[in-house]
């Protein structure tokens, strides 16, 4: 603490600055910690509040399935499509809790075989997680079309 305390001290004499206090908000996400558990919430309620656009983890193939009839929409598009904006209004209070203890770094890859109606092509996608809180993910069609699930799996890796 006695180092972090110097270094604030050298960047004020260094430069114009004000020391806030501990970070409450940053890049659209609210900061909470609980310092009796060592855990630290990160949530973005207030963002999704405001933009029920973005993207989650949780709804990306569903948005990728629907995305794909853009060109010509359906009632059962749309249908989906307030069925994905009333769960993202659901769920907008979930937040990632990131602690001290588990730090394991672990990946999954899923990819399906051929599951677009017109292309035939595969869906596949990623997470990675930290602790169990997911920090990366991605879910898209493939470019070509597998003609096995062991093809598909490994056009996902590549």
């Not at 806030?20 to 060592?38: E, H, K, V, W, Y």
């Not at 993207?55 to 059962?76: C, L, Q, W």
Request: proline share 2%; charged share 20%; glycine share 8%.
């Amino acid at each position: 603490m006695r180092e972090i305390n110097n270094l604030k001290k050298r960047l004020f004499a260094a430069f114009e600055t004000n020391d806030l206090g501990p970070a409450t908000q940053i890049l659209g996400m609210n900061i909470s910690r609980d310092r009796f558990s060592s855990t630290l919430n990160l949530s973005q309620e207030l963002y999704i509040e405001k933009v029920l656009s973005r993207f989650r983890p949780d709804i990306a193939h569903a948005v990728g399935v629907v995305s794909r009839y853009m060109t010509n929409p359906g009632k059962e598009h749309w249908e989906i499509v307030k069925w994905l904006l009333r769960y993202l209004r659901g769920t907008s209070s979930t937040s990632l809790c990131l602690g001290k203890g588990n730090v394991t770094l672990q990946g999954f890859l899923v990819a399906d075989l051929g599951e677009d109606v017109y292309s035939s092509k595969s869906t596949s996608g990623y997470i990675y997680t930290i602790g169990g809180t997911v920090v990366s993910w991605m879910s898209r069609l493939q470019k070509c079309v597998s003609l096995s699930s062991t093809e598909a799996e490994y056009v996902a890796i590549a």
